[in-house]
């Protein structure tokens, strides 16, 4: 059995849509109206951006704390160029540069209320 999707709740569709296709190999499937988009990463996982107009309510949405997804990165080279292109765009809040976190490299920052973590996957040595 395989994870179908996740929905992720944020107050600015489009942006979220621009930034998931842009920077990290999503593909857009459907945009409704800006209220909530689908988009597809290599044919094995849908990612759903549902807005939060949809639930009624106008202010951002909250996560729990320390809820985030995260992206792995081949390298160390690879996290520091993602970096840089992320330091680039509007309304984002990077916490740090790149750096030795837990056993791994990487950085977060977040979308709106969202953390997002980009790292070296620290189990690839152990990965058959």
């Given at each position: 059995?395989?994870?179908?999707?996740i929905?992720?709740?944020?107050?600015?569709?489009?942006?979220?849509?621009?930034?998931?296709?842009?920077?990290?190999?999503?593909?857009?499937?459907?945009?409704?109206n800006?209220?909530?988009?689908?988009?597809?990463?290599?044919?094995?996982?849908?990612?759903?951006i549902?807005?939060?107009?949809?639930?009624?309510?106008?202010?951002?949405?909250?996560y729990?704390?320390?809820?985030?997804i995260?992206?792995?990165?081949?390298?160390?080279g690879a996290?520091?160029?993602?970096?840089?292109?992320?330091?680039?765009?509007?309304?984002?809040?990077?916490?740090s540069?790149?750096?030795?976190i837990?056993?791994?490299?990487?950085?977060?920052?977040?979308?709106?209320?969202?953390?997002?973590?980009?790292s070296?996957?620290?189990?690839?040595?152990?990965?058959?």
């Amino acid at each position: 059995m395989g994870l179908n999707h996740i929905n992720l709740v944020v107050k600015e569709v489009d942006q979220a849509v621009s930034l998931f296709a842009d920077y990290f190999g999503f593909s857009l499937i459907t945009n409704r109206n800006s209220k909530m988009a689908v988009l597809e990463r290599s044919h094995q996982f849908v990612l759903v951006i549902w807005g939060q107009e949809l639930n009624r309510k106008d202010e951002i949405p909250e996560y729990p704390e320390n809820f985030h997804i995260g992206f792995y990165q081949e390298d160390e080279g690879a996290v520091r160029e993602i970096y840089n292109r992320l330091k680039e765009v509007e309304g984002l809040k990077l916490d740090s540069e790149p750096k030795k976190i837990r056993n791994t490299f990487g950085f977060y920052f977040y979308f709106e209320k969202l953390m997002i973590e980009i790292s070296v996957n620290p189990f690839k040595e152990n990965i058959a």
